[in-house]
């Protein structure tokens, strides 16, 4: 695994810890929904750029 794709699996729990985080702490839903979408997007791109 490449190191750039490594720290971007890190940057990508890191988000989904913020989104959970949020969530427990009853933050509004389009916030947390708002994260959740960039966490996805953020998890996509780790695994595209994994697979290249």
Not at 6 to 12: N, P, S, V, Y
Request: hydrophobic share 60%; aromatic share 8%; proline share 0%.
């Amino acid at each position: 695994m490449d190191t750039s794709t490594l720290l971007f699996a890190i940057l990508t729990l890191c988000l989904v810890g913020v989104t959970f985080h949020a969530w427990r702490l009853g933050n509004e839903k389009r916030d947390v929904a708002l994260l959740g979408v960039f966490s996805a997007l953020m998890g996509v791109g780790t695994a595209i750029a994994a697979i290249l």
